[in-house]
């Protein structure tokens, strides 16, 4: 009994040893093919990241090129500054306002520029253009468009009686910027959630169509289940760069008023180049990228549970 089962235990060792080896040839080749670009990515992409490391655990202040070690001042300075939670909190509001404004939006011009029967093309060419404008550019049309003496904008706002510096008031100068920053990006959300669109299955509509469901009927239980997906991409490219929007508060309020509009990526920029603590800034910057995976690691886990 016991010379059976070994004989039929090293039968099917035999049978898994040929495709063990031809499994490991294949991945072989794909490895020695990927191990060029993957390891250059790697020098480019380790090799800052763990200076950033590096160098939030030394001073510069004092000398650049031979800085010296501070051990956790740099991060007991960041955690205990006022500073630094008050710009986290205006990036938070600044985060959730302009990505839910874009998501509404693009999402709302996806949907109208699907429904047009002709020139799909042309209007999403020039609904594109915001996005290939430069941000400083973005910036100074913006500073410009709300200048208080020849700004169109505030001259519209004094036809109906109000009189205020929209850039200049600590009220006003943060829904600016975020505006600012929706009209330059919405059409990228509108763009993925077009080709969302574009794939879906005419089966699905057909049938909904057939249950007798109107246009919204539609749109709630059948295109937006859909495009679910495409939707979380757009959020997750947003989310991830407008933690690092800075070139449009540089060029019009510069944080102010009164560090109304000191988000955290300006806040970083301000330490490092402003101030010359390229430690501080360091530790600052890795705060940043943790809450940039944080927020990654979110929208995946959310697009892999809708797999489920």
Do not use: C
């Not at 915001?130 to 910036?139: D, E, Q, Y």
């Not at 540089?250 to 180049?273: Q, R």
């Amino acid at each position: 009994m016991i010379e059976s089962e070994t004989k039929s235990m090293s039968n099917r060792s035999v049978k898994v040893i040929p495709i063990a080896k031809k499994k490991k040839r294949k991945f072989s080749t794909e490895f020695w093919m990927l191990l060029p670009s993957m390891g250059l990515l790697a020098i480019i992409s380790i090799f800052p990241f763990l200076y950033l490391i590096y160098a939030s655990f030394m001073d510069f202040t004092l000398s650049f090129d031979n800085p010296v070690f501070s051990g956790l001042d740099n991060w007991i300075r960041i955690f205990t500054s006022e500073t630094f939670w008050a710009s986290w909190g205006r990036t938070g509001i600044y985060t959730v306002v302009g990505l839910l404004l874009e998501l509404v939006l693009g999402v709302g011009i996806a949907l109208l520029i699907y429904s047009l029967p002709k020139g799909r093309n042309f209007v999403i060419t020039l609904w594109m253009i915001p996005v290939f404008v430069a941000p400083v550019v973005a910036g100074l049309l913006g500073r410009f468009m709300l200048n208080s003496t020849y700004g169109l904008y505030d001259w519209l706002l004094g036809l109906v009686g109000i009189d205020i510096q929209i850039l200049g008031n600590v009220s006003t100068s943060m829904p600016a910027v975020i505006l600012m920053d929706v009209w330059e990006w919405t059409p990228l959300i509108t763009l993925i959630v077009l080709a969302g669109l574009t794939s879906l299955s005419t089966e699905s509509l057909e049938a909904a169509e057939v249950d007798g469901a109107n246009y919204f009927q539609k749109l709630i239980y059948v295109i937006l289940p859909l495009v679910s997906r495409a939707i979380l991409v757009a959020l997750l490219i947003r989310s991830m760069d407008i933690l690092r929007f800075v070139d449009i508060i540089k060029i019009t309020t510069e944080g102010g008023p009164a560090d109304s509009t000191k988000i955290i990526g300006y806040y970083l920029m301000e330490v490092a180049f402003k101030f010359q603590d390229f430690g501080t800034g360091a530790a600052l910057g890795l705060t940043m990228l943790f809450v940039t995976i944080l927020l990654g690691q979110l929208f995946v886990r959310i697009m892999l549970k809708g797999e489920d």
